[in-house]
């Protein structure tokens, strides 16, 4: 009986060995590469690669792979204040050992969807003025008004105060989980309906205007 006992065991060791999911795991702030070493995930967890693009006067690329239980995946928060501020989060899983593989990888940038917000930034926690209107893009449907402590992927830290397009997702998104800019301190962040929609036609006057 006892062979038998132990025959049982070691199958349902090796079935579980198997059903072990590794992935790739390294964390790089201000960087499209990062050094990378295999893991095994906990059971029912996926393999992770999370790619941010930060733009504050400074472009800056950070990369984060690992396994996940609880980011959300597929997703592409973005939030844009004015052409020297924006935010680029690109969240993608996979289900098959080592196949976060890839480095870093971003979507083509979208066209303006016809969404229209106030834009303003300001080195300041104050709420800055409003100075100009943004197109916003893709699935931007939401204004966003900001002003926190950030530290740069480069180590370097400032206050800055905006206002600008972003999406509902992006709107929802735990700033904690970013993986290249920390948020050190957040005075006030809020996202708003847009007061202002485009037709086609104008959508398309605009862009004209500004080439």
């Not at 050094?35 to 930060?54: A, F, M, R, S």
């Not at 052409?83 to 050992?97: G, I, R, W």
């Amino acid at each position: 009986m006892k062979p038998v006992i132990i025959s049982i065991f070691l199958l349902c060791l090796s079935l579980h060995i198997a059903a072990a999911l590794k992935c790739y795991h390294c964390h790089q702030r201000d960087s499209d590469t990062c050094e990378q070493k295999e893991i095994e995930c906990p059971e029912g967890d996926t393999c992770l690669t999370i790619c941010e693009e930060y733009k504050n006067n400074k472009t800056y690329h950070s990369l984060y792979k690992g396994c996940n239980s609880n980011m959300p995946c597929g997703v592409t928060p973005y939030g844009r204040a004015t052409d020297q501020l924006h935010l680029l989060v690109n969240t993608k899983c996979c289900n098959t050992s080592l196949c976060n593989d890839k480095m870093y990888e971003m979507p083509e940038e979208e066209e303006p969807n016809g969404v229209v917000c106030p834009s303003c930034y300001d080195n300041t926690l104050k709420e800055c003025r409003v100075d100009s209107m943004i197109m916003c893009k893709g699935k931007d449907d939401k204004c966003i008004t900001i002003a926190c402590t950030v530290e740069n992927p480069d180590g370097s830290r400032g206050n800055y105060s905006a206002k600008g397009c972003m999406s509902a997702l992006g709107c929802e998104m735990d700033l904690s989980q970013l993986i290249g800019v920390k948020i050190l301190h957040q005075e006030f962040s809020y996202c708003t309906d847009p007061p202002e929609v485009l037709s086609e036609e104008e959508n398309e006057e605009s862009e004209g205007s500004d080439d």
